[in-house]
């Protein structure tokens, strides 16, 4: 048996390349802050904190969150910190929500950040170990290869994943926390702009951002005596698969397959097109939602490019894919996949401003991690599940 | 702020395997580490991968100097098809606590819980002095060491320890260690032995501080009827509840552990006279008198028979460590009642507290 559980608040920081104005603590603090004063709740009636991050050589301090109790507000009760790699964010947010769903608490605060003007990413992820691959100029020389490779199979035009870096970046003038508001953002703009890891361009990646992004998770009996509107927790799953192996299909992971038919199982999803109003997925650069809308079944394999053909993802469109502006828009790496969890809730609760998709009830958040490797899903409604 | 006991779901430790505790793991990396605890546990249970519910697990980058050093943690796991797995930057013990809370939700009846550390990579000082505030306190590197030794003189000063005291818990923690086959990083002492050493960081002498261990542990969880089938005395977690403290060290009361006083509350200690056991985390001789007394353990109750941090200090190992230890009392019949402790953060600034009983409520 589990408790019914809600999305009660909400609060991000502005995301920027560099918060100068804020410390760590201070970053945290303007998220969590914004949170509960959206779910109509103080310091004082959290049971308990959640933190979530990228790995801790990003900023270069070891387990912060030990340093961040106190502005978080954790001092005397529990607090945890979650770490799965890029999926962390939605993982956090699934670790949470657990707490309230089973039982053990009635009001949690989550909270998911990074602060990359204080880090190195780049370093960070090229640790060479020894006997150990190197990983290779970051995320994107990782990822380059399975775009390829997908890009092959599907026999997706090249224009593909321009339109989505567009895409992104219009619903992103709409979005105030958004990182990256590129006014004159156009086709030909991306297409000129430099090829950093074939096909990737530099205007098909996301950003290096600061910011952090939190939520209160609260019981029925708490969600219901307050004004604020809720989102209803109606599935959360996370799958994770090895690295490599021999016959892995990186391009459409088995993980996110099973991750999502577990998550629509659990929210009586059975058409996720047809059923869901809009998706806040995990793109951190442009090809992956094509290679996404596969993984997710929103359509058939090698199919994806033609839903961004279409304009299908487009804010108009059947199927919204990241309204907000997604992880092509901002990228605080540890917080990015709890953004798309509560971006989903934002469209659930009307709270989305001039990206909401009308009429939405019932969203997908979907984080990715590691080698996409790692998955962590939530499907939020308007009604109680 | 919690529900009542009687809504939860009965879950227990169901079997526990480490690794020895050495002190340095040089030719093995932190995949080959935790591969045999893992193997081993599934083994004593009959289990596999695919018959786990969730799996989740405790490390820390720094440790080995590798970001996501947890991902290739889990290529030794067999997560083939993939399975439903999470990780904590955290000791192993809030990687079993998160375990518990997802074995509530009732829809999956077990799960594996793993943690694994290779300290020796590096200088663990120096690494954990990176735990710290970083704008202020960090640039000047105290070490867990050094902020450990403020807070023994704090207690002796307070006439909360007494060097006696300490030396006894050191002598007792180090012989227990002796007679563990699984710990290969401490010696057989006396108290006497212990008082006549040099000091190490005034007032700590070297066997008042946990030596530096490579280690890891697996153990496996299950819920009611599942549990029965996989253990002939199941070891029932009754409760299991976590507090932390203000980081800050000079804003807290260093001579007593609040947050661990809060979770022994919250998590159902009750009667101390009930507790015939305990494995509790204290990589310092003085921190395992004020976590005695925080939790309110009577002078019978045996602390530490596994020898517990003092003996050997396998980092992000150790809490988990300290639940394994004290589920294997209660499965073996040793006792009826137990309490095992983890800490994290300088001068315990954060604590758990898990009760495990031999019967089922």
Known sequence: MTVRTAVVGVGQTKYSSGRTDKSIPGLVREAAQRALTDAQCDWADIDAVVIGKAPDMFEGITQPELYLADALGAVGKPMMRVHTAGSVGGSTAIVAAGLVRSGVHRRVLTVAWEKQSESDAMFALAIRIPFSPPLVAGAGGYFAPHIRSYIHQSGAPDHIGIKVAVKDRLNALKNPYAHLHLTDIDE????????????????????????????????????????????????????????????????????????????????GVTDPRQDLDAAEVYVPFSWFEPMWMENLGFCAEHEGWKMTDSGATALDGDMPINPSGGVLSSNPIGASGMIRFAEAAQQVRHRAGDFQVDGARRTLGHAYGGGSQFFAMWVVGADKP | MSTTGSTRRDVAVVAYSQTPFVPKAADHNEVELVMPAVHDVLERTGLDSQRIGFTVSGSNDYLMGQPFSFVSALDGVGAWPPIEESHVE????WALYEAWVRLQHGDIDT??????GKSSSGDLGRVLSLQLEPYTTQPLWPEPDHLAAIQARLCLEGGVVTHEQMAEVAARSNTNGFHNDAVATSTAMTAAEVAGQ?????????????????????????????????????????????????????????????STRLAAQAAGVGDPASIELAELYAPYSHQEVLLAEAIGLRASADINPSGGALAAHPLMVAGLARIGEAAERITNGDADRAVAHATAGPCLQQNLVAVLEGTAR
């Open chain 1, 188 to 267: 030909e703009m991306v297409r000129e702009s430099p090829m950093l890891w074939d096909p990737i361009r530099y205007l098909e990646t996301c950003p290096s951002s600061d910011g952090a992004c939190a939520m209160v998770l609260a019981a029925e009996d708490v969600a219901d005596a307050t004004d604020s509107p809720a989102a209803w927790i109606h599935g959360t799953s996370m799958r994770s698969e090895p690295t490599m192996f021999a016959g892995r299909n990186q391009v459409l992971p088995q993980a996110g397959i099973d991750c999502a038919k577990d998550v629509y199982a659990q929210a």
């Open chain 2, 111 to 116: 799960a594996l819980v793993y943690a694994f």
């Open chain 2, 198 to 258: 040099a000091m190490a960081f005034d007032p700590l002498r070297p066997s008042d501080i946990g030596p530096v261990a490579d280690g890891a542990a697996a153990i496996v969880l299950a819920a009611g009827d599942t549990a029965r089938d996989l253990s002939d005395r199941p070891a029932w977690i009754s409760g299991i509840a976590h507090r932390i403290e203000s980081h800050a060290i000079g804003t807290r009361d260093l001579t007593t552990s609040a």
């Open chain 2, 90 to 93: 955290m000791d192993g013990a």
